[in-house]
């Protein structure tokens, strides 16, 4: 077992400790600037509210796990969660259709929740003036943790399995050794450790620097005010249970409540971002007993004031006696941050976690610390999720700032920020400007999501009108785009897939070990292959393309591929991460091909350059590699360029689709496109926490090729209990968006991940992860904030079964 360090004793390190030590890790010291277990910190005045319920299925299972090993927990003082159930009250339309949609995360996530009418939400929580409000969403198993009780409990199963805890004890450097973590220096001297994990809050930036880490986060001020006696309260709460009305949210107005005895607890979002200078902060406050307590500023306060007394009219008769502006972490997507240095082995974050998500994110560390695997998918909080831009001061600054305006506002999930837009644009930026592209974002990309030049092709189509929320971020016109690619071809911008140079006289054998399928074949091959944790669960699904005998190229999902591939890369072995230099049109349909071989010397013909194969060759004067591959289903190419040559590329196979009636399209189409044909997107569909058999992808993987990463663990796996699903949705009006709850028979039985909508079938096919009994034919229902949709559990694919359309 690791000797081990945790820095900071706030709720994720005294949380840490004890996952670490329940595990079977003897050797664990946990040390703080501060005393204990009040420590200063951010949880040492943490009003303790937990809301469990999220859109991310994560972030809810972290959630989940908190509530249920805080109801668990002992301290001498009393309770360290309060149960008393949590509320969110909708005061607009917008926001009262938007608690049906977080109903049906609740429902799909596995936690118990109801929505309420206005009368039933007043009778729950009296104070709130029924007449402001449109309804509820009530959960029973939210609660009040009482942080540093919570934290102190934990640290004591910690102690009596043999963890230490050393307050006072600053870390003041991280010691190294031969590229590992061999301790910490401390403000008493060396403490020797295989394993520092940094838990220090809105200090673990700084830290993390000492280690040339960034951690992407800004610690920012968030104000929290008790009034004084409020008098229906009076006498409602015995001192020792404090509260008794359901945990309070009024996100309308950026508030939520709790009750403090017969006071009120207020905490806003309703004010400026307060991005906190470390530097100003430990000169002026250092020594004090909260150095994460800012003095109140009243004119920040005073909307929240107004709006909390509409919402609760009996705090008029009072006023604030005690506030403060209180320190913790925000980050660029508001998930928390995990992971292991991958240049100083040894040495983890788990950081800019709530008091809610606390005990989840400490499981998920001691595991991954411990066995090598964390049991729920971690890669929304991954420590090298962020791309190279988004690490940027600026970036970081900006987007964690947007993050806490956005806090409880209503986000669309076609939704993208309005600031720092336009830092990653491809070759063909201009050519889309001109056709009148809608842009997404993705990655700092900006990616076409439809184009208004194209708007004329919908007038044959019948297109079914959207609701309001669905219309959003939408248009009719990726419809026509989808067809038009089915029916002639399209230029899609490939740009931002990710893409490796993989090379050196080792690049086979390691691709070979890394990833499942067998990709030692000849030069020009491209195959599509998954890469898997030890525990065998999918943690990405690439295109290989081996280029020249020890060159390949990789077509992958995100940083945390390269992140994997670099941690086990041998020394014989270069990676490169070549997307900024390159870019890539995908041109797909049936009349690719007349489209491209007029273009093209070498021979384009089905049997000369076949499905799956890739070549190095020159359309015109330019040099480029296709290769025939096309996540829409269709015949055609991915072709490569280096950047400089896209702008002549684009105009050139533009020009030369002319007579084909090619059209540029965007993601909108993309993504209907790959539902229909069966293809999965990593990250939506299946995750780390699914394993091949699972996600259907089994046919990807090759237990007869030699030992690969992730092998052992399928050779041992059950049979799936769950398997991901196309669904065909009844009524060609019905739309989705993802993330819905799936009912059988009246009871939930799995969720949404993706969907769109088939011009091919005229309905909204999605994917579903589903119980493994379901058979083809068997009806669903899908609940769409509040309406249940008839679907259909449906063969797959559902579009060309045959391959008729892509092997030809
Ligand atoms: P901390 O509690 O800050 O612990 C970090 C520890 O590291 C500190 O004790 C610090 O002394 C120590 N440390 C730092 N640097 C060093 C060093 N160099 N050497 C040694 N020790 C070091 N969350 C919720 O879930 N629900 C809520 O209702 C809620 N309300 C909040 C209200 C306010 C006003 C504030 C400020 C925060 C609120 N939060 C809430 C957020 C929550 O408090 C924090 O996210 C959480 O407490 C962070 O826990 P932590 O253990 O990561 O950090
Ligand atoms: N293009 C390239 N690389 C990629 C993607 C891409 N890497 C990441 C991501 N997208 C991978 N996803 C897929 C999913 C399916 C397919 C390709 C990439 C695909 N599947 C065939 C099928 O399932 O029938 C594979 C057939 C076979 O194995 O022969 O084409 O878009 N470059």
């Known amino acids: 077992m690791p000797k081990i360090v945790v820095i900071g004793a706030g709720i994720v390190g005294t949380s840490l400790a004890d996952e670490l030590t329940a595990r079977g890790a003897t050797d664990v010291t946990v040390v703080d600037r501060g005393p204990l277990f009040a420590t200063g910190g951010s949880t040492s005045h943490a009003p303790g509210l937990v809301f469990q319920t999220n859109p991310s299925k994560t972030m809810t299972a972290f959630a989940r796990y908190t509530v249920e090993k805080f109801c668990t927990l002992d301290h001498p003082d009393g309770w360290a969660f309060n149960q008393v159930g949590g509320l969110e009250v909708a005061a607009t339309p917008e926001r009262w259709a938007d608690l049906h949609r977080k109903s049906g995360w609740a429902q799909a996530w596995g936690i118990e929740g109801r929505l309420l009418s206005a009368d039933e939400c007043a009778a729950l929580h009296p104070l709130v003036d029924r007449d402001r409000i449109l309804g509820g969403f009530h959960t029973p198993t939210d609660g009040l943790a009482k942080a540093v009780r919570a934290a102190e409990a934990q640290a004591r199963r910690a102690i009596a399995r043999g963890a230490a805890f050393l307050p006072h004890t600053e870390v003041l450097g991280v010691v190294e050794k031969a590229g590992r973590v061999a301790g910490v220096r401390t403000s008493d001297g060396v403490i020797d450790a295989d394993v520092v994990v940094c838990a220090a809050g809105f200090w673990g930036a700084e830290l993390a620097r000492q280690v040339d880490l960034v951690l992407p986060l800004v610690p920012m001020a968030h104000q929290y005010a008790r009034t004084g006696q409020i008098a229906p309260l009076v006498g409602r709460n015995t001192e020792r249970a404090e509260a008794g009305l359901p945990i309070l949210r009024h996100q309308d107005a950026d508030l939520y409540f709790r009750e403090h005895g017969d006071r009120i607890g207020i905490g806003s979002y309703c004010h400026r971002p307060m991005p906190v200078d470390m530097s100003t902060l430990m000169a002026d406050t250092a020594g004090e007993a909260m150095p994460s307590m800012l003095p109140f500023t009243d004119d920040d306060f005073a909307p929240a004031w107004s709006a909390a007394t509409e919402l609760l009219p009996a705090l008029a008769d009072s006023k604030v006696e005690e506030a403060f502006n209180g320190i913790f972490s925000f980050t660029p997507d508001g998930f928390s941050i995990m992971g292991e240095h991958r240049d100083l082995a040894g040495f983890w974050v788990a950081e800019a976690v709530w008091v809610t998500h606390s005990a989840g994110v400490a499981k998920a560390t001691a595991e991954w610390i411990l066995d090598g695997t964390p049991a729920v998918d971690v890669s929304e909080c991954d420590l090298y999720r962020f791309?190279?831009?988004?690490?940027s001061p600026a970036f970081v600054m900006q987007t964690s700032s947007q993050a806490f305006v956005e806090v409880y506002d209503v986000i669309h999930p076609y939704q993208f920020r309005s600031a720092l837009?336009?830092?990653?644009?491809s070759p063909f930026h201009a050519r889309?400007?001109?056709?009148?592209?809608?842009?997404?974002?993705?990655?700092?990309?900006?990616?076409?999501?439809w184009f208004?030049?194209?708007a004329g092709l919908t007038a044959d189509l019948d297109i079914p009108e959207r609701d309001e929320w669905s219309a959003r971020h939408w248009s009719p016109i990726s419809v026509a785009e989808a067809h038009v690619t089915r029916e002639r071809v399209a230029m899609y911008d490939m740009t931002p897939l990710t893409r490796y140079e993989v090379a050196g006289p080792g690049a086979a054998a390691f691709l070979q070990r890394m990833t499942t399928n067998n990709i030692d074949k000849s030069v020009g091959s491209v195959t599509y292959t998954l890469m898997l944790d030890e525990a065998g669960g999918i943690r990405s699904d690439l295109t290989v393309a081996r280029l020249g005998p020890t060159t390949f190229q990789v077509g992958a999902n995100s940083p945390r591929d390269f992140d994997w591939l670099d941690r086990h890369r041998p020394d014989d072995v270069v990676l490169r991460d070549i997307t900024g230099g390159t870019c890539c049109i995908g041109v797909w349909g049936p009349l690719a091909r007349d489209m491209v071989q007029p273009l093209c010397k070498d021979d384009l013909s089905h049997n000369a350059f076949r499905y799956f194969r890739a070549l190095r060759t020159y359309l015109g004067a330019l040099p480029v590699t296709m290769m025939r591959v096309s996540y829409v289903g269709e015949l055609g190419w991915e072709i490569y360029t280096s950047a400089d040559y896209g702008g002549a590329l684009w105009d050139l196979l533009f020009e030369a689709g002319r007579d084909h009636g090619v059209i540029a399209a965007g993601r909108v189409a993309f993504n209907s496109l790959r539902i229909e044909k069966g293809y999965r997107s990593w990250g939506t569909d299946m995750t780390t926490e699914h394993r091949p058999a699972e996600a259907g992808l089994d046919f990807a993987v090759r237990m007869d090729k030699g030992d690969f990463v992730g092998r052992a663990a399928l050779e041992q796996a059950p049979p799936p209990q769950k398997t991901l699903r196309s669904i065909v949705f009844d009524d060609p009006a019905a739309v989705v968006l993802g993330k819905e709850p799936v009912y059988a028979a009246g009871d939930c039985v799995g969720y949404v991940t993706s969907a769109g909508y088939s011009p091919t079938v005229g309905r909204t096919i999605a994917y579903a992860w589903l119980p493994a009994g379901a058979d083809t034919g068997d009806p669903v229902t899908v609940d769409y904030r509040g309406t249940?949709?008839?679907?259909?559990?449906?063969?797959?694919p559902v579009l060309d079964p045959d391959m008729l359309r892509i092997r030809r």
């Not at 837009?421 to 644009?425: A, E, I, K, N, V």
């Not at 949709?789 to 063969?795: G, N, Q, S």
């Open 387 to 391: 791309e190279d831009v988004a690490r």
């Open 421 to 425: 837009r336009g830092l990653r644009t």
């Open 432 to 449: 889309h400007r001109e056709l009148g592209a809608h842009f997404y974002e993705g990655g700092g990309w900006e990616r076409p999501a």
């Open 452 to 454: 208004e030049a194209n």
């Open 788 to 796: 249940r949709h008839r679907t259909t559990v449906h063969a797959e």
